[in-house]
């Protein structure tokens, strides 16, 4: 089974920054491992739906962003350490949400919340004003 688990998450004033990290183990039912699965992270904020944030393919060469982070978040993975990142730069308080990392072996750049089979607790970001 897969296990995802994110840190890194915290309070920060706007204009700061955060590294998410997410430490992926086990194997997918498929068969498929964390390494040579595509992953991605979502936000949900209270009383809102969880939103695509960004995604990565397995190997490292492609990445997707929503349109509202693009240019100051950056999705990377190390593949070595089975281990995920998101590094948020000029944090917005808009950006204030509980992060989740997820994990598809199904899809190549999934950006969907029903592309991802697996799914971590989700670490707090928190951004004043």
């Known amino acids: 089974q897969v296990q995802l688990i994110e840190s890194g998450g915290g309070f920060v004033q706007a204009g700061g920054s955060l590294r998410l990290s997410c430490a992926a183990s086990?194997?997918?039912?498929?068969?498929?491992?964390?390494?040579?699965?595509?992953m991605g992270w979502f936000r949900q904020a209270p009383g809102k739906e969880r939103d695509f944030v960004a995604a990565?393919?397995?190997?490292?060469?492609?990445?997707y962003y929503a349109d509202s982070v693009k240019g100051r978040f950056t999705i990377s993975r190390d593949n070595a350490n089975a281990t995920l990142f998101l590094l948020m730069n000029n944090l917005e308080p808009e950006d204030t949400a509980v992060y989740y990392c997820a994990l598809s072996p199904r899809f190549a750049i999934p950006t969907l919340v029903h592309q991802y089979d697996y799914w971590g607790q989700g670490t707090q970001v928190t951004v004043s004003s």
């Open positions: 086990g194997r997918a039912t498929s068969g498929r491992s964390v390494t040579n699965s595509a």
């Open positions: 990565i393919s397995w190997d490292n060469a492609n990445a």
